[in-house]
């Protein structure tokens, strides 16, 4: 199937490039991510047969006044460690046209979009991840006015190097007069029966057609923003939600307020059964049409970010809240550069549930009731962070963190149950001279629960404009007592980036829609190249 | 204003369009002609004592056994992979390498997930029930019967073939114990020390893949085995699975307690 759309995009970007050869742009990318890969029984990092493992990717777009088109050819027949067995394979998943003019835009081949906040429609690649849940279909953008945006789409979503059967149809409308912005969608999947039993004599009578829909609002004034969302979803029994027929929904109410030197973010949000795949069966990374997105924060530092979360698809109540202040130079708190305080507090809990069955089987019935606002009995995830930033001199600056955590082990990844940490962090930039900076970050985390404490250490050296130096240390003082220790060295000259490390990296589960996934632990040589044209 | 009443046309047909797609809870079942069994199916369980969702996976073995026959369903759990353990000192482990070697062999990347007949790859735990439906009304292309004999320490087993058509592939035999009390981590990511163990592949008595045959119709052909158990097993909780397989699945299975 994939190999039909290749030759056929191909074909289409032939005639593209010709059609364009008077004034076209040229875009592209390479990434390459490169381990050598070691034995190391200390960590359990085992061998492979290959002696090199990659995840390669190169990208070229040609751009012209009317027309685009574009091709991204990816080589992951021996893919990094960590990854499902069907992201292995190689060769070209997405190429595309589009067609763009005062008023439309057209779309053949593969393409990402989203609808709103992606409640019920997100097209989206993630290398990282190993996400590419991109539609291969057609796409309409029509905007008859300044204020108004019509989309609608088709098309069968990549699932790794083949494609769903399903078809996936949407359309959204979206209307902004500046200050307040409406939208709407519709999605639908079309998916033919398949076989699900639920006792020697019955089968399960599956709804061939998945309809989503979307409505949201948003007032945007000044420094004030407010979004409020929601999203609901017809039967959709599958393997996420153990085959019950009850609807899907999600609201969301969010606000903002943002001026020079303070913000405030105050969030909320119900998610209940909206696991929203392409294929009602499948399990995993792949296949999912929606996303719903965590509200906690993304932590760049290494130990706050040991045990993340990932929004539960059962459902759950999230709020998050988040404000920032700086105090002004010359001032008691802000002293002689300023001083910013971050405080960020986020909260997961269970909705609550009341069981129900057909013929005493969970499969078929509409699984559960549940009163919108109240809370069930565990919480999933709780984090309270307080971060200050202070330039203490022209040279040196500093990043202080303190973290609550309290993590929910076994509803992430299935087992361990609740983990409850503070987590310290502090970071420090030193300029060595106009040329070179040193930053160092010492980092621990104290718990009694899982591994227990957990200890880190970075320097990092800047050369500017072309080199970097780092060294790291991750420690397990609780109970492994393992080092996971990575050193690298960076070279960027233009627009080529080059990297070459070597160390180990940790092994972890991941446990979600009632499977469990293994993340090998690795150890060995890295090198990455990365260049952007 | 037009505009804004496009918006709203259009919220209002996405509710309607949405409205009208329920299946009602009356309609959520269909009837399915009950299997008429004409053969065994084997199920390979890969599973794991930290796998918290393998417990559910032995529900349904025991679910697919009441409705069709222990003797029709057999299922081999096979410890395997990163969320099983070997055995230490303090912990009794039920992961063995061969095990691994079948986790390896047939890319299992999650657990619990399992082999029906060997057909269709790695299967989820929902796809089981219709793939043993349906299994199940293949034809044989032979009879197995086993014969169990042990002395001085030894188990002799005795594999009687007799073939209804021309069949070409390999004959495995596994030996499987019951009852074994081991820990188990449980889908409310409890541990429970008292979790029973049943079906539980413990070795290959022929080699990793069995012994090749080529067997004609109208034959009847015997082959004789034997192995020492270890240790650790407990005779009187032993059995032995016997199936032959070639590149379209298992033909045939049966099992037979050793005592």
């Not at chain 1, 109540?317 to 002004?328: D, N, R």
């Not at chain 1, 019935?365 to 200050?388: A, C, H, P, T």
């Not at chain 1, 070279?491 to 996934?517: P, V």
């Not at chain 2, 039920?94 to 007949?117: C, K």
Request: hydrophobic letters at 35%.
């Amino acid at each position: 199937m994939l190999n039909e759309r290749t030759i056929v995009v191909g074909l289409m970007l032939l005639f593209a490039s010709r059609v364009m050869l008077a004034q076209v742009s040229v875009n592209g990318s390479i990434q390459s991510d490169v381990l050598l890969p070691q034995k190391d029984d200390g960590i359990g990092a085992t061998d492979y047969e290959e002696w090199a493992l990659t995840n390669t990717y190169a990208e070229v777009s040609l751009m012209s006044q009317h027309l685009d088109a574009g091709l991204r050819f990816e080589y992951l027949q021996h893919p990094l460690p960590g990854f499902e067995n069907d992201f292995k394979g190689w060769g070209v998943p997405h190429a595309y046209v589009k067609g763009h003019f005062e008023k439309i835009e057209l779309t053949a081949g593969t393409f990402y979009d989203q609808f709103g906040s992606g409640f019920v429609f997100r097209t989206y690649e993630e290398r990282s991840l190993g996400i590419d849940n991109s539609l291969l279909g057609g796409r309409i953008v029509y905007k008859p006015s300044d204020k108004l945006t019509m989309k609608a789409l088709t098309g069968k979503q990549r699932q790794y190097w083949s494609l769903s059967d399903s078809w996936i149809s949407g359309a959204d409308v979206e209307y902004s007069s500046g200050v307040f912005t409406f939208g709407t969608s519709f999605v639908n999947k079309h998916e033919e029966q398949e076989d699900i039993m639920t006792d020697a004599t019955h089968k399960l009578n599956l709804p061939e057609n998945v309809n989503a829909f979307d409505v949201r609002a948003r007032l945007q004034k000044g420094p004030l923003s407010v979004l409020a969302e929601y999203a609901q979803k017809t039967q959709d029994p599958s393997f996420d939600n153990g085959y019950i027929y009850r609807h899907g929904y999600v609201a969301m109410l969010s606000a903002s307020y943002s001026k020079r030197g303070a913000s405030v973010l105050l969030q909320a949000k119900r998610s209940d059964n909206m696991s929203f795949r392409s294929e009602r069966s499948m399990s995993g990374t792949s296949s999912f049409i929606n996303h719903l997105p965590a509200f906690t924060m993304e932590h760049t530092y290494t130990l706050p970010a040991l045990y993340p979360y990932a929004t539960h698809s059962g459902g759950e109540w999230a709020y998050q809240a988040e404000g920032a202040y700086t105090f002004k130079k010359n001032t008691p708190l802000g002293g002689r550069y300023g001083t910013t305080v971050k405080l960020n507090f986020s909260h997961i809990h269970d909705i609550d549930q009341h069981p129900k069955s057909l013929n005493g089987l969970t499969a078929g019935s509409d699984g559960y009731g549940s009163s919108f606002w109240k809370w069930g009995s565990r919480m999933f995830y709780q984090e309270l962070n307080v971060q200050i930033e202070k330039k203490i001199s022209k040279l040196l600056k500093l990043n202080l963190m303190y973290m609550n955590k309290f993590y929910n082990k076994t509803v992430v990844e299935g087992e361990g149950g609740m983990i409850h940490s503070d987590i310290f962090v502090a970071e420090g930039k030193y300029s060595l001279s106009k040329k070179a900076i040193l930053r160092a970050e010492a980092q621990y985390l104290f718990t009694k629960d899982d591994q227990g404490d957990w200890a880190y250490g970075l320097l990092e050296l800047s050369l500017a404009p072309h080199w970097m130096i780092a060294l790291s240390d991750l420690y397990n003082v609780g109970e492994t007592h393992l080092h996971y220790y990575q050193g690298s060295v960076t070279l960027k000259a233009d627009s080529h980036r080059f990297q070459i490390g070597y160390g180990r990296t940790r092994a972890g589960y991941n446990c979600s829609g009632g499977i469990c996934r293994y993340i090998p632990a690795s150890k060995g040589l890295t090198l990455s190249y990365n260049y952007n044209f | 204003m037009t505009e804004r009443l496009q918006i709203f046309q259009s919220m209002v047909a996405v509710l309607l369009i949405s409205a009208c797609s329920n299946i009602d809870e009356s309609e959520r079942l269909i009837y399915v002609e009950p299997a008429h069994v004409a053969r065994a199916v084997l199920i390979e369980d890969f599973t794991g004592q930290r796998c918290v969702n393998c417990p559910n996976a032995v529900a349904e073995i025991e679910r697919l056994q009441e409705a069709y026959g222990e003797e029709n369903v057999i299922a081999v759990g096979i410890h395997s992979g990163p969320l099983s353990i070997f055995s230490t000192a303090k912990v009794k482990g039920l992961r063995t390498e061969l095990g691994d070697t079948y986790y390896d062999y047939w890319n299992v990347e999650a657990e619990p997930s399992g082999l029906v007949d060997r057909r269709g790859g790695v299967m989820m735990l929902n796809q089981w029930a219709s793939l043993v439906h349906s299994e199940l009304q293949q034809s044989a292309p032979m009879q197995l019967l086993l014969q169990c004999e042990q002395q001085n320490g030894n188990i002799s087993i005795q594999v009687t073939a007799k073939v209804f058509s021309d069949f070409k592939g390999k004959l495995q035999l596994w030996l499987t114990e019951d009852g074994i009390v081991a820990p188990q981590m449980m889908p409310d990511g409890t541990v429970n020390t008292d979790y029973v163990h049943n079906h539980v592949f413990r070795a290959a008595i022929n080699g990793t893949w069995g012994d090749e045959v080529d067997w004609k119709a109208g034959e009847e052909n015997v082959m004789n085995f034997a192995i020492t158990p270890e240790g650790e097993w407990v005779d009187d909780s032993l059995s032995v699975v016997a199936f032959v397989y070639n590149d379209d699945g298992v033909q045939q299975v049966t099992k037979i307690r050793i005592k």
